[in-house]
């Protein structure tokens, strides 16, 4: 049973989802202050996509129930008038669909991660007043292209993309042509040498991964690598939900990340606390935005 499409209000008729976007739980001025959103989610990207967002239609479960952030899930009118359900993990099947990423994450459930961590980015760059434009960053899990587009916005000019979905790829193609210098295919965990060679021809002085890390679809060794094809003294920017950072954490990262910070392999320059995006439930989900340089490899 769902109840809110476009993330405002209850689908009761068509009338209903046509004027949805002005009231609900997602969508009031008041819905964001009283659950602390980041910023007002609005996307800011292409506009090429705008009317492809405004044309579709979501409606998320009801706001009584919940999730597991690995669980979420949404119905998007189809162009017959039935509704197919999208896993948001799901990833390959929503970037096939222009507009629907940023119509989820960003115009129903406000994320507004990627912009808030370039801006960290680009205020770390500022204190040790390093050019913006020196910086050629690996973006790892880079989807359809939005953080490295906000990295160009804030003066990063030179992104390579990588990520394990050819959909993925198509995507950033599709929506952000010329975006990266270079976008890989390739399970980094299994990275041949052709494809770190290439990698490498890059000269890489920093790395970017923004709210792909934990849930299986970046797995600590594929970081590694990511990691490891970056100049000693370079960056790492990433987000990572506070769970796996926890002490009773499993997947791998919350050990790898602290062993970094105690060793000195990764030495802070910013760290906040921060809400990624709003759960189906309107409840805040919590990351926590890293922006280090790299100072050694990572046991």
């Known amino acids: 049973m769902t109840s809110t499409v476009n993330g405002f209000g209850a689908a009761s008729s068509p009338a209903t989802v046509a004027g949805a976007g002005r009231d609900g739980h997602l969508g009031t001025e008041a819905a964001r202050r009283e659950h602390g959103r980041l910023g007002e989610g609005r996307y800011r990207g292409p506009g090429s996509l705008e009317e492809a967002r405004r044309s579709l239609r979501?409606?998320?479960?009801?706001?009584?129930?919940?999730?597991?952030?690995?669980?979420?899930?949404?119905v998007v009118a189809q162009p017959d008038g039935t509704w197919s359900e999208f896993r948001f993990?799901?990833?390959?099947?929503?970037?096939?669909?222009?507009g629907l990423y940023e119509k989820i994450f960003y115009d129903v459930l406000g994320c507004d991660t990627p912009r808030f961590m370039a801006d960290l980015f680009a205020d770390a760059l500022a204190?040790?007043?390093?050019?913006?434009?020196?910086?050629?960053?690996?973006?790892?899990?880079?989807?359809?292209?939005?953080?490295?587009?906000?990295?160009?916005?804030?003066?990063?000019p030179h992104?390579?993309?990588?990520?394990?979905?050819?959909?993925?790829?198509?995507?950033?193609?599709?929506?952000?042509?010329?975006?990266?210098?270079?976008?890989?295919?390739?399970?980094?965990?299994?990275?041949?040498?052709?494809?770190?060679?290439?990698l490498a021809d890059h000269r890489l002085t920093a790395l970017s991964v923004v709210a792909a890390l934990g849930f299986g679809d970046i797995p600590p060794a594929?970081?590694?690598?990511?990691?490891?094809?970056?100049?000693?003294?370079?960056?790492?920017?990433?987000?990572?939900?506070?769970?796996?950072?926890?002490?009773?954490?499993?997947?791998?990262?919350?050990?790898?990340?602290?062993?970094?910070?105690?060793?000195?392999?990764?030495?802070?320059?910013?760290?906040?606390?921060?809400?990624?995006?709003?759960?189906?439930?309107a409840s805040p989900l919590v990351y926590e935005g890293i922006v280090a340089r790299k100072r050694g490899p990572l046991g």
């Open 58 to 74: 979501v409606a998320l479960p009801e706001p009584s129930s919940r999730f597991s952030q690995d669980d979420e899930w949404c």
């Open 89 to 98: 993990h799901d990833y390959h099947r929503i970037f096939d669909v222009p």
């Open 127 to 156: 204190g040790t007043r390093e050019d913006p434009a020196a910086v050629r960053v690996l973006d790892l899990g880079a989807g359809n292209g939005i953080m490295a587009e906000e990295l160009a916005a804030v003066g990063v």
């Open 159 to 198: 992104a390579v993309g990588v990520d394990i979905l050819p959909e993925a790829q198509a995507a950033a193609e599709r929506d952000r042509p010329g975006l990266y210098a270079h976008y890989l295919v390739a399970d980094l965990t299994a990275l041949d040498p052709t494809e770190s060679r290439r």
């Open 222 to 281: 594929a970081f590694r690598t990511a990691y490891d094809h970056v100049a000693d003294g370079g960056w790492v920017v990433l987000t990572i939900k506070d769970a796996f950072l926890a002490e009773d954490d499993t997947s791998g990262f919350a050990t790898m990340i602290s062993d970094g910070l105690s060793s000195g392999a990764l030495e802070v320059v910013r760290r906040e606390r921060f809400r990624h995006r709003l759960a189906t439930d």
